[in-house]
């Protein structure tokens, strides 16, 4: 950290060593099965990248990424809490979280980074949507032209679909680890079993609803804050360039 100015919003500063972040990410396999690569949750949803890649602007814009002006740019945020807490989220609960080195030009936030090239060291998995730990791939259903997503399973919801175990999928990334996240934390606010809030006589609801109903509400503050603190970063950035746009006028 030596060196770095201590104003979070300093305009384009440059990484003399790579720092380390955490992202989420879905796990993605080339439609010929021979390369694995990543997607975005959010912004940049539409292209894939590799273990190493160079942001490009996800607008189209002819900018090198990440620029004040535009929104693009690869996203980390700074501890493996916060995107761990970040996956809690439905809409992110099949993504993997990507442990990154981050390098190059670089935009700082309160909890991350938004900046211009990634390696990626380490793939952690998650949940199967019942709950249980993730262990296999299998197809999700989506995909972008040459790729399909993938999401990760457990050993009875595999079936007899077909999968692709974390060591291959950790071969098609050239080497680059795969592994099963922590399951046991205790902050977790995914409580599968405990039904206790729910109504008396009312049948069990699918695993999949029966997680959202069961999200404690004191859990959600720290996840919910962790990402209205990039959406608000983002936001701030909006509003000084309009302001600057209107003076300018
Ligand atoms: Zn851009
Ligand atoms: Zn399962």
């Given at each position: 950290m030596a060196g770095w100015p201590s104003s979070r919003r300093t305009p384009k500063e440059r990484l003399s060593t790579p720092l380390v972040g955490y992202k989420l990410a879905h796990p993605m396999v080339s439609a010929d099965g021979t390369q694995g690569g990543f997607c975005g949750?959010?912004?940049?949803?539409a292209s894939v990248y590799r273990v190493v890649a160079d942001a490009e602007?996800?607008?189209?814009?002819?900018?090198?990424?990440?620029?004040?002006?535009?929104?693009c740019g690869f996203y980390c945020v700074n501890t493996l809490d916060d995107a761990r807490a970040l996956a809690c989220d439905p809409d992110y609960r099949y993504a993997v979280v990507l442990e990154v080195a981050v390098s190059g030009r670089f935009l700082r936030y309160e909890k991350g980074l938004r900046y211009a090239r990634q390696r990626v060291g380490a793939v952690r998995v998650g949940r199967c949507g019942c709950g249980h730990a993730g262990t296999v791939f299998v197809e999700a259903g989506a995909g972008t032209v040459g790729w399909r997503r993938l999401v990760a399973v457990c050993t009875s919801c595999v079936g007899n679909r077909p999968s692709i175990t974390m060591a291959e999928f950790s071969r098609l990334l050239d080497g680059t680890p795969v592994m099963q996240d922590d399951?046991?934390?205790?902050?977790?606010?995914?409580?599968?079993?405990?039904?206790?809030g729910a109504s008396a006589g009312e049948d069990e609801a699918p695993a999949d609803t029966r997680d959202l109903d069961q999200v404690d509400n004191a859990a959600l503050v720290p996840l919910l804050t962790a990402e209205v603190a990039l959406l608000q970063a983002r936001l701030d950035e909006i509003q000084r360039q309009l302001g600057r746009l209107t003076e300018r006028g």
């Open positions: 949750v959010t912004l940049g949803r602007c996800a607008q189209g814009g002819r900018h090198s990424s990440p620029s004040r002006w535009c929104d399951m046991a934390r205790p902050y977790d606010p995914v409580r599968p079993y405990d039904l206790s």
